[in-house]
């Protein structure tokens, strides 16, 4: 008898695996068009595609239950721009279906002329404004069809169709899916990561400020509605009614985004979340005056990650106090939050807010500061917490903070610190080693019963704010951990060494790879690529626009080391050439632009990204746009020898400069293959550029290791050190002073130092006697300002007063120079000199580079003297800091100690403790 054959057990595909599915598929079909560039193109694609489907299943859902109510219902889209009517319709394909979603009018299978699908959806007006016909518009007043294939955008759409967003299991598993697509679009381009914030730091964020049914929730800078989302998740918890799940529908989430791109992700994004009318203004939130923001404009929470770095029109501007305008975007938003943020009164709580902030706005004076000052006056900022370098890469790696504070009423008393350590002894995060949402535990945990330890620390206010010399607020909210130790600690060498040893390896491998793939590539030519004029690939366009003075444009950059990026904008009155011409990615999406100057940066050319979309340039500046090539090829071409070549050779000379007119530029010759050859010599060159990036992170490495044996070296030498001073120690005290006062005059320029300082300790070449003339600082010293001083100098037997120009100055005493200038070249108190001398570089190079005001430099050093007399070891370290900033603002380097090297001045000398010693011995 035969066996019976054993049935076999066939696994059933969850939804997760079914959506993953679809959107895989999707995403492989768009990498077959030739339109599409990348995930940034993709998701842009998928989303409107996907908004069209959800729409129309969320409509007929309404029209079911409409029927089932005896109510009349009708649809905000009409017959033959429903999903059901078009995206349904497999007949309709190829360049038909091209034409029926980007032309203006076109002809349908019944015959009759209409408009198409796009031009339909941005007409699109209800009677009230405030509808869904009107989110539609707006929508899709921003979206353009990229694909260039209609038979392969008839698969997407077929694929798309398969979803049933009338499923919840399918729009809940869809809607994370989503999430993870915007984290990849993040990752895939930096114009993304501007309106992406990392989910585990969104959701700390919420959770932190605790949003409860009822109250209204605002992101005036929403991008893709990351913190709409996860309050609506939070809240969704709470919700026990049918009022309570309408309120929290209609009446709890605000939100502000002017982008049209981040407009449509976060329309789709919550969406897919389950909030069916997203209350998104598609406006710049910054466009009312705060004046006019009233009592019943105001919400219970702020959540928000607002632009920074960027710059606002004259007009938005205008909106804002005299006092407190200002070209940083985040100060602007952050004077709105406090205006929009509601007040406590005698029948209400006030409001809460978070806000993202980069390390930058947290040392501020002039107008800055005194938004910080209003920000720490009206409000009670109560937490700032610092998350570690990387959260935001690859946008951006700059450190970030978060600010959480509340209206009680009551100004700001004290501030708690915490810092956020990476996990896995990590020094920083990355996009590979991103931050968990796990890693926010301990804080968590710390945050209704706080106490202090080594991640956490307290400051007072009078710490924060402090006065200049002008009487003007500074307000510095950058504190660094007190328990924590600041010296750079490298992985252990032999660590590196082996890790360095793998991916050479691994390169190693990777060149042979790439190698034999050369080779084959390079056998399998059959012939010469063919030599065909730029023409033949390229065409040139322009827009013209006339400026008009009232009206703000954006404008844009070429350099060799940058490419192709905005550079800002400016007002029309303020440009000087009124015709211009405008770049327009949405008709042509890969353009190509050059400076007729390009020869003399000879790499100041490439494929314009999205950013510059809407950007003006003069006819110096043309533009063509690509018509029978693959665009990066295109791009690479720029950058090889063979053009650099011809453009050398045939650029015009001129008596100024060297131009490249359009008529010659097209006539420049370029090799083209077939398509399929294009685009492995694209893919062979990708390929190489990540090669080079892993060289880059060897280099590092290797970089690091100099310093990392030094460490392992010395680490176990932990002997103590004493700094000798070589007078007799009755006159310690007084001969550190005189000492100061040598070097400090050094740096003003008086001979007494000068002298003593150049022949005896440093070198003849550190010291330019040409500046002290040039700053006229000889006869200005610091003692004239002090009256504090005044009266330890009255007792200094080494230290004499006298009158010059009505002015009353200390200088070294003549019968002690020898005594002073004998200390100050004694090798016993280098330590003490260097260290000294280190300080004052961080006080005196930003004013003597900027020419800033004398006897503000001459208080700022006399502060420092009395600092080292009085043993304040606190404010020595908060004002090398504070200078330290000042020399960032100046973008400047000193002569002796750049940038770097004052922040590592700043760690030797805490690390080592070298002004403790000092203090101790001398007290």
């Known amino acids: 008898m035969a066996k019976a ?17 679809i959107i895989k598929s999707c995403r492989k079909i768009m990498r077959k068009d030739k339109g599409m560039n990348g995930d940034a193109d993709r998701l842009p694609m998928l989303t409107w595609i996907m908004f069209l489907k959800f729409l129309d299943d969320n409509e007929q859902l309404q029209q079911t239950q409409a029927e089932l109510e005896e109510r009349k219902y009708k649809s905000a889209i009409e017959n033959p721009y429903r999903w059901r009517d078009w995206g349904r319709d497999k007949n309709l394909t190829g360049d038909d279906l091209l034409s029926f979603i980007n032309n203006e009018k076109v002809i349908l299978a019944d015959k009759k002329e209409r408009t198409g699908l796009f031009y339909y959806l941005r007409s699109l007006q209800s009677e009230t404004g405030t509808e869904r016909k009107d989110v539609i518009a707006t929508v899709f007043k921003g979206v353009i069809n990229r694909m260039i294939n209609g038979y392969l955008l008839r698969d997407v759409i077929n694929k798309i169709d398969e979803i049933h967003f009338t499923n919840n299991e399918e729009v809940n598993t869809l809607s994370h899916l989503y999430e993870s697509l915007l984290k990849e679009m993040r990752d895939a381009s930096g114009d993304a990561g501007e309106f992406y914030t990392p989910r585990p730091v969104v959701k700390f964020m919420v959770e932190m400020v605790d949003p409860i049914i009822g109250e209204k929730v605002l992101d005036p800078a ?17 919700v026990k009614t049918i009022q309570q799940r309408n309120a929290l529908k209609r009446k709890s989430l605000y939100g502000g985004e002017a982008k049209s791109l981040p407009y449509l992700l976060s329309q789709m994004n919550l969406l897919l979340h389950g909030l069916e009318y997203p209350n998104i203004d598609s406006q710049n939130s910054l466009r009312f005056p705060l004046k006019d923001i009233s ?3 105001r919400v219970d929470i702020i959540l928000t990650n607002p632009p920074f770095g960027g710059e606002e029109e004259k007009g938005i501007l205008n909106n804002f106090p005299g006092d407190k305008r200002t070209s940083e975007t985040a100060f602007l938003f952050l004077q709105l939050l406090m205006r929009k943020l509601k007040r406590k009164s005698v029948n209400s709580e006030g409001g809460r807010a978070a806000i993202v902030v980069p390390k930058g706005m947290l040392f501020s004076e002039g107008v800055s500061a005194r938004i910080m000052e209003q920000l720490l006056t009206d409000f009670e900022v109560h937490t700032i917490v610092k998350l570690a370098e990387g959260v935001f890469e690859p946008y951006t790696s700059i450190t970030s903070y978060l600010i959480f504070f509340n209206h009680t009423g009551n100004s700001t008393k004290k501030t708690w610190y915490y810092e956020l350590i990476p996990s896995e002894n990590r020094k920083k995060y990355s996009k590979t080693k991103p931050i968990y949402y796990e890693e926010f535990d301990e804080i968590k945990k710390w945050w209704n019963k706080r106490r202090k330890n080594d991640n956490c620390w307290v400051v007072s206010i009078n710490e924060i704010i402090e006065k200049d010399v002008k009487g003007n607020s500074v307000v510095n909210l950058d504190f660094k951990n007190p328990n924590k130790d600041y010296a750079v600690n490298y992985d252990d060498p032999l660590n590196t060494t082996s890790e360095l040893i793998t991916k050479q390896q691994l390169i190693t491998n990777e060149l042979k790879e790439i190698q034999s793939e050369l080779d084959i590539f390079y056998k399998d030519l059959s012939e010469q690529f063919k030599l065909v004029p730029l023409s033949e690939v390229l065409e040139q366009y322009r827009v013209e626009t006339w400026i008009d003075d009232n009206k703000n444009y954006k404008q844009l950059t070429i350099s060799k ?16 050439r009124k015709r211009q011409f405008i770049v327009d990615l949405d008709k042509y999406p890969y353009t190509f632009l050059y400076t007729r100057q390009t020869l003399q940066q000879d790499e100041a050319i490439g494929l314009a990204p999205y950013e510059v979309n809407g950007c003006i340039t003069t006819e110096n500046m043309p533009m063509f746009s690509v018509t029978n090539a693959e665009p ?9 020898n063979f053009f650099l070549k011809q453009l050398h050779k045939t650029s015009a000379k001129g008596t100024s400069q060297q131009t490249i007119h359009e008529d010659t530029f097209l006539k420049y ?47 176990n030498n932990t002997a103590d050190f004493a700094i000798p001073i070589a007078a007799s120690s009755e006159k310690n005290e007084y001969l550190e002073l005189a000492m100061i006062v040598a070097l400090t005059e050094t740096k003003l320029g008086n001979t007494y130092g000068e002298v003593g300082i150049q022949k005896t300790v440093f070198n003849v070449e550190a010291f330019n006697p040409v500046l002290s003339r040039k700053y006229n600082f000889i006869n200005y010293h610091f003692g004239t300002y002090s009256a504090e001083l005044k009266e330890k100098i009255k007792t200094n037997p080494f230290l004499n007063k006298k009158t010059i120009r009505g002015n009353e100055v200390f200088t070294i005493s003549s019968s002690h120079k020898q005594e002073v200038l004998n200390a100050i070249s ?6 003490f000199i260097l260290a000294v001398n280190s300080v004052l570089d961080i006080y005196t190079t930003p004013f003597i580079k900027r020419h800033t005001d004398k006897i503000e430099l001459l208080n700022t050093v006399t502060k420092l003297i009395i600092d080292l007399q009085t043993a304040d070891v606190n404010s020595i370290y908060k004002g090398m800091q504070r200078w330290q900033i000042k020399q960032q603002d100046f973008k400047t380097k000193a002569d002796k100690f750049n940038i770097s090297d ?4 700043i760690e030797l000398l805490k690390s080592n403790g070298l002004i403790e010693r000092l203090l101790v011995q001398k007290h």
């Not at 054959?5 to 079914?18: D, H, L, S, V």
């Not at 904008?569 to 000087?576: E, R, S, V």
């Not at 004052?902 to 001045?905: G, L, M, P, S």
Request: no cysteine; proline share 3%.
């Open 5 to 21: 054959k054993k049935e076999k057990n066939i696994k059933q595909e969850t939804t997760a695996q079914r959506l993953s599915g």
């Open 222 to 238: 929403s991008g893709t509605g990351g913190f709409l989302v996860e309050t609506f998740e939070h809240l969704k918890k709470e």
């Open 295 to 297: 009592d019943k404009d």
């Open 561 to 576: 080391y940058e490419g192709i990026k905005q550079r800002g904008h400016k007002l029309g009155y303020d440009i000087g």
């Open 632 to 640: 990066l090829y295109i791009h690479y071409f720029f950058k090889s």
């Open 669 to 715: 010759l370029i090799p083209l293959p077939e398509p399929s050859i294009q685009r492995e010599v694209v893919r062979l060159l990708k390929r190489l550029i990540k090669l080079r990036e892993v060289y880059e992170e060897i280099n590092k490495s290797l970089s690091d290791l100099f310093p990392a044996v030094l460490q392992k070296t010395f680490s």
């Open 826 to 831: 004694n090798k016993a108190n280098r330590d």
């Open 902 to 905: 004052t922040a590592k001045t």
